[in-house]
């Protein structure tokens, strides 16, 4: 697995002068404990200098270095008072700021912070006793290379929402990259696919369904083969996401059955992520929350319910992992598309009594799309998609006469407002806290 590369910084004067924490605390014995943490808690970071900063010349020679080795940010352990020209290191590279509050002096977080608010600087602050909250910046940082090393796959001639040479430009600007494929790969791929392989994948599929009500088992077959078909083009152009244009194609006839189920078991799995209707918007906030989250989310359009100051998140995709890659899957039922009653799809039984975070991230309007609320479970009505996630908000009326961008949000499990703030940061985007949502 190929590594995150980050920029090591310990700053700290040396043990014996009369700062802040103290005059005999040891800044090098603490640099050398810190580095042997992060080695053994994160191996998939290498870590490149690790040099204790003591004085400005040390930290001009450091300007040299930076950036040398591919880095992605700078992180920066703050170990007593002195902040030698962090304005400038700041300005080589994104930089996240990891300090214990009981080793140094307050001054230097106020510099640190006016530092990552001027125009030209990314970056943000832990300033935190808890390890657990350092390992939380660390995935965000994930999160963040990812983004810039996505590959995405767009089966379909266009993106939702922008014209194709316009979204292409606004991805090479975080460092992602694009391709469009034509259904005729895609329907090449899928005849290929090895036929007992794909009954061996729908005997387990069904077999750990609740139940099955509208699909065939014919329709089944043919969504097992299509995912089979998909995943095979993923390999093919290492792709870390893929999104298709699911309606139109299978409308016109180009798609042999609907991705519902294919992307829902991609999601599962991990690894490349799927978004529906080529919105390339949602695909990122997947990818982006894979790292931080460790699950995948459920890309829906909301129907707001005033009378019981509800959102219902609603669509015909949805992984059965929502609560992660690893924890046991949410019970699910085999049924059609709702909208037409043809092929097949998951409909999710959502859990109920959690915190919910809606997003998207936009790299058009470079902010993320940000809402917070509490999930009350799942709706089964016959009306909308066959997935609905209720949601409780603060003010749904609000919510929706202030309604902004497309249609869709993708849903998870769990308060991310932390993380998703700290990503905003590093990417200098802007957050949006959507109208409505609680704390807002």
Request: proline fraction near 4%; charge should be negative; charged fraction near 25%.
């Amino acid at each position: 697995m190929k590594k995150t590369v980050v920029r090591l910084i310990f700053w700290g004067v040396p043990k014996g002068t009369p700062m802040w924490p103290t005059i005999s605390f040891d800044t090098e014995k603490r640099a050398k404990e810190i580095l042997k943490i992060l080695e053994e808690n994160l191996p998939d970071f290498k870590f490149v200098g690790g040099t204790l900063i003591k004085n400005l010349d040390e930290a001009k020679a450091l300007l040299e270095e930076i950036g040398k080795e591919g880095e992605v940010c700078s992180i920066i352990f703050h170990l007593s008072s002195g902040w030698y020209n962090a304005y400038n290191i700041m300005k080589k590279l994104p930089t996240v700021v990891i300090c214990d509050p009981f080793l140094w002096g307050y001054a230097g977080m106020i510099t640190h912070s006016v530092n990552l608010r001027k125009k030209d600087i990314r970056g943000f602050i832990v300033s935190s006793s808890s390890w657990d909250e350092i390992f939380r910046a660390f995935k965000v940082i994930k999160a963040y290379n990812a983004l810039r090393e996505a590959k995405i796959l767009v089966i379909g001639d266009h993106v939702l929402s922008a014209g194709r040479k316009t979204y292409s430009e606004a991805l090479k600007n975080i460092g992602a990259e694009i391709k469009f494929l034509d259904f005729k790969e895609l329907r090449e791929e899928f005849e290929n696919v090895d036929a007992e392989e794909v009954e061996s994948l729908v005997d387990e599929f069904i077999s750990k369904a609740n139940k099955i009500i509208e699909p065939s088992r014919e329709e089944i077959i043919k969504s097992i083969r299509l995912y089979r078909a998909i995943k095979n083009l993923c390999l093919k152009y290492d792709a870390s996401g893929v999104t298709i244009d699911c309606l139109g194609g299978f409308y016109g006839k180009s798609l042999p059955a609907y991705p519902c189920i294919a992307f829902s078991l991609l999601d599962g799995e991990g690894g490349v992520m799927a978004a529906c209707e080529c919105d390339v918007d949602s695909l990122l906030t997947k990818i982006a929350m894979k790292e931080i989250a460790d699950r995948p989310g459920f890309i829906s359009e909301p129907a707001v319910d005033t009378s019981r100051n509800v959102a219902i998140y609603a669509h015909c995709v949805s992984s059965i992992h929502m609560s992660g890659f690893s924890n046991p899957p949410e019970e699910y039922w085999i049924r059609s598309h709702a909208e037409d009653d043809k092929g097949a799809c998951v409909q999710v039984l959502f859990k109920g009594g959690i915190p919910a975070t809606v997003m998207k991230i936009i790299p058009l309007e470079r902010r993320i799309l940000l809402l917070k609320g509490e999930l009350l479970g799942h709706e089964e009505t016959e009306g909308g998609c066959r997935n609905k996630a209720v949601v409780k908000v603060a003010d749904a009326q609000r919510l929706i006469d202030e309604w902004q961008h497309n249609w869709h949000r993708v849903l998870f499990y769990g308060d991310w407002v932390k993380e998703i703030t700290w990503l905003a940061k590093l990417m200098g985007f802007k957050v949006f806290m959507e109208p409505g949502g609680q704390d807002t």
